[in-house]
């Protein structure tokens, strides 16, 4: 059975985008593969976090895991920093990386642009990342189309551990899901829908109340000539609830265009309100009744020993390639 491994920032709301683009295809990758789905905060403090809100955020988004569908009988939930392997292969991987490399990705650019003191973790967290992949022998990575920079990062140090230490990594091949993989901002469906976006009208919170996702939907942006078609050219904005219909519904975009032959945006928005509150509703039961209970903490011990077991053995892979410390068997 070939491993998963997809990792996400505990850095606030998980939006609609996120589980469409990635969560909601974890349910069905659990039948098929050995996943292991970790919440990186280690990442996450490569910019300024504030200790409770991290916390709160990291637990957080461990309960939104288990609520839309991830089963801990099937694979493997954990928080990066209970488990140590991820630093140690972290650092391996940072003297494998070089500094050229590092300062041409997007994020170290778009992150420090302007700024006047930049944490050097931001400019090495490849590494980081990398490691988090390359511990569990991962074959496949999911991502979004945006990631894939990411992704060729890790290959480019795991080929080049393996050539010049020892051939020890498994080189990941890139996921991206077929169909709902980008969702658009309401607001501006040119853009990603982003939880940093100012506009708290742009996107939809997992965790929002369900008058709040219907006035969203209701005002979301599409265009004056009121025909429900899919053209994301000419149409981005009707084309993204489209997308966003299609995918919980269920039903191709061919059968939702012929439910709104002869009827406008308002029907056509209102009933995707529906869908949306119907589809969230049972994962926000879900999520509350984890973050009450002690079955949270008792899924993430288990899931920090697995993934502590499997990343440990790989860290004395390493070392033993560079040489570090005395050979271990």
């Known amino acids: 059975m070939k491993t998963i491994f997809s990792g996400i920032q505990p850095s606030g709301t998980i939006t609609l985008g996120n589980y469409i683009g990635a969560m909601r295809q974890f349910v069905d990758l659990q039948e098929e593969y050995n996943c292991f789905f970790c919440i990186v905060d280690q990442h996450a403090i490569t910019v300024p976090q504030e200790r409770l809100t991290l916390r709160q955020n990291t637990k957080s988004l461990a309960a939104m895991y288990l609520a839309v569908g991830i089963d801990p009988s099937k694979s493997t ?41 930049v ?12 490691a988090d992949i390359l511990l569990y022998k991962t074959d496949l990575v999911p991502v979004g189309e945006d990631q894939k920079q990411h992704l ?47 506009n708290q009208k742009a996107f939809i919170s997992m965790l929002d109340d369900p008058r709040k996702i219907v006035k969203k939907i209701k005002s979301a942006v599409t265009d004056s000539e009121g025909v429900v078609k899919y053209d994301k050219e000419n149409k981005p904005g009707i084309s993204n609830l489209l997308s966003i219909y299609s ?56 899931g920090a020993t697995k993934a502590n077991f499997v990343a440990s053995k790989m860290v004395k892979k390493m070392e033993n390639a560079m040489g570090l410390g005395r050979k271990r068997k």
């Not at 490399?101 to 992150?111: A, C, G, H, I, P």
């Not at 879900?286 to 079955?295: I, K």
Request: charged residues 30%.
């Open 152 to 198: 060729e990062i890790t290959r480019d140090l795991a080929d080049r551990f393996n050539k010049k230490f020892n051939d020890i990594f498994t080189i990941p091949e890139v996921r991206i899901p077929k169909a709902g993989a980008r969702v658009m901002s309401l607001q501006d469906p040119l853009k990603k829908m982003s939880k940093s976006d100012p």
């Open 119 to 130: 944490s050097a973790g931001l400019l090495t967290y490849p590494p980081l990342m990398s």
């Open 77 to 117: 939930v954990f928080i990066q920093s209970e488990v140590p392997a991820h630093a140690q292969a972290g650092w391996m991987l940072q003297c494998t990386a070089y500094i050229g490399e590092l300062e041409r990705m997007t994020q170290f650019k778009d992150k420090s642009h302007g700024k006047e003191a």
């Open 247 to 302: 995918v919980l519904s269920d039903k191709s975009i061919e059968e939702i265009e012929e439910m709104y032959e002869g009827k406008g945006y308002g029907d056509f928005k209102g009933d995707l309100a529906e869908v949306v509150v119907g589809h969230i509703k049972p994962i926000q039961d879900r999520y509350h009744a984890l973050m009450e209970s002690t079955e949270l903490d008792e899924i993430l011990d288990q």
